[in-house]
């Protein structure tokens, strides 16, 4: 990306990608809630973004904007140096791991293209970022992954935690005291469908009763009991 973007577009462009991973159209007010800013800004910069040469968004006044594919590229490049910085700062620096998320947000809009290149191979080009979630290549390309929420697994179903949200130092800190960290396996025990709370049981560690808020941070892989029969 030879094109300098600001923080604040940049920030709308990784918002609008992550919220628009079903191939839906994102709405102003599901922007302005993430960003806690006013819809009549969000309003604003999606014109001006659709009207940029070439245009970042699409924009279809009622029905939301979709990323365009330099809008895609520049969202994919940010969720890159901020992926590759958390694990950078973990790695080389000893943050923990609730502690990099706030770094690498101020720190993705910022470096150049050589350095994030120089931390990648510090790293070892890393596919996997610090909390499970995939890196997007060099040439942006962010591999395709079959995980769906812990929130919809139900009695009798097992998985593998693959990736947890980055953003709430507390989630995490409660998560690793709990062993529920990405590769870690459980099973899910019971499920109470007036709270949705999720009773699941952690390989090698205690039972946790897990309530929607939770469980909707948490990525997993639906593991398939009958192959697991069959070793
Ligand atoms: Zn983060």
Redesign the pocket.
Known sequence: MERRLSDTVENYLKVIYDLSSDNQRVGTGQIAEMLNVSPASVTDMFQRLASEDPPLLNYVKRQGVALTEDGKKAALETIRH??LL?LFLHEVLDYSWDQ??DE??RLEHVISEDFEERVAAVLGNPQWGL?GKPIPSRNLVMPDLDTCYLRDLRPGQSGLVHSVN??DPGLLRYLETLGLVPGASFEVIDFSPYDNNLHIRIKGENDVVLGASVTVQIRVEILDLAVDKER
């Open positions: 901020h992926r958390e990099v998320h690498a947000d909390h980055d953003d």
